[in-house]
């Protein structure tokens, strides 16, 4: 870089750059050595450090909830963080459309999974959520879709909220849960419509002056057996990029760790010429045939 123009700006502190001798930090021709930097700077990256590691020490569950939120976006990094959290003993608690927040929370030496960090649900939807959720707690899917305008919360969103179990405490059943979004979104579109011109349901009248409404309740598909626990894993893994209620690999937990001591997640930190064993499961084999004709697969 180049020195443009020099201003008195009048007398401000300065710091000690620590050379033994006298040094020209001009290059030929007017260029400022880029290496030049003072204590000051190694002082504010040290004064961070030691920020962030008392934190990390004295307040571990802030800490590590701070730093999911940071990388929300990154499912990689928050697989990474997550697994630190494991590792210092701090649950991840699944994403609850009554208590998760915008960001991860912290909530009695737990961290309350945050809705950002899921996969097809928007920032609009979240909001929309959230303000409803002001009134009180959401009783029912029914509830949710009453309250929150189908313009901000569709189909798509609401599935990514069933299949990662935020409506687990209030219908456990992930399936049937799935299989009633259709009918109750319905319902809760021409609920608002005849509300919106005056056409109210004849049960609306008696809700005037009862506020019981378990007559206006919408239709429920038919009754279904839950997922299998491999299915919900599964569809957890593709709308969060990891597994978080359950982990198929849990029952040889122990034995992983001495056969495999390093995480993949952790691979940027080892070695590029260490030698290291992998536990992994394969979850998907996909045919394939190339331009040549010739089969061959690829596994996830």
């Known amino acids: 870089m180049k020195i443009l123009k020099k201003e008195p700006i009048g007398s401000l502190p300065v710091y000690d750059i620590g050379l033994a001798t006298d ?80 960001n991860f929370t912290p909530k009695e030496g737990n961290i309350i999974f945050g ?8 920032m609009g939807a979240i909001e929309a959520i959230l303000a409803a959720r002001k009134d009180g707690e959401f009783s029912s899917l ?13 189909k798509k969103a609401l599935e990514a909220l069933v299949q990662t179990g935020a409506f687990d405490r209030i219908h456990p059943n992930r399936k049937q849960t799935m299989a009633n979004i259709e009918p109750t979104l319905n ?15 004849l049960f609306d009248m008696f809700n005037a002056v009862d506020t019981d409404d378990s007559f206006d309740q919408p239709p429920v598909a038919e009754p279904m057996p839950d997922y299998l626990p491999q299915e919900k894993l599964q569809l957890e893994k593709e709308l969060l990029g990891f597994y978080i209620s359950d982990h198929p690999l849990k029952s040889i937990s122990k034995s992983a760790k001495l056969l495999s001591p390093i995480n993949l997640s952790d691979l940027e930190e080892v070695n590029e010429n260490t030698t290291i064993t992998a536990i992994v499961m ?6 394939i045939t190339t331009k040549k004709a010739t089969p061959w697969q690829s596994y996830k």
Not at 115 to 122: E, Q, R, S, T, Y
């Open 187 to 201: 319902w809760a579109v021409k609920r608002a419509k005849d509300r919106a011109s005056g056409q109210g349901s």
């Open 115 to 122: 809705l950002a960090a899921i996969k097809n649900l928007g």
């Open 282 to 287: 394969i979850t998907e084999i996909k045919l």
């Open 23 to 102: 040094h020209n930090f001009l290059i030929a021709g007017g260029t400022f050595a880029s290496n030049c930097f003072n204590k000051s700077h190694s002082v504010a990256y040290g004064y961070i450090t030691y920020q962030t590691a008392y934190l990390k020490a004295n307040y571990p569950v802030e800490y590590m909830a701070a730093l999911l939120s940071s990388v929300s976006d990154d499912q990689s990094k928050v697989q990474r963080y997550i697994a630190s959290c494991n590792a210092m003993g701090i649950g991840i608690l699944p994403p609850d459309i009554n208590t998760s927040d915008v």
């Open 142 to 154: 029914g509830d949710l879709c009453k309250r929150v305008e189908s313009r901000a919360l569709n």
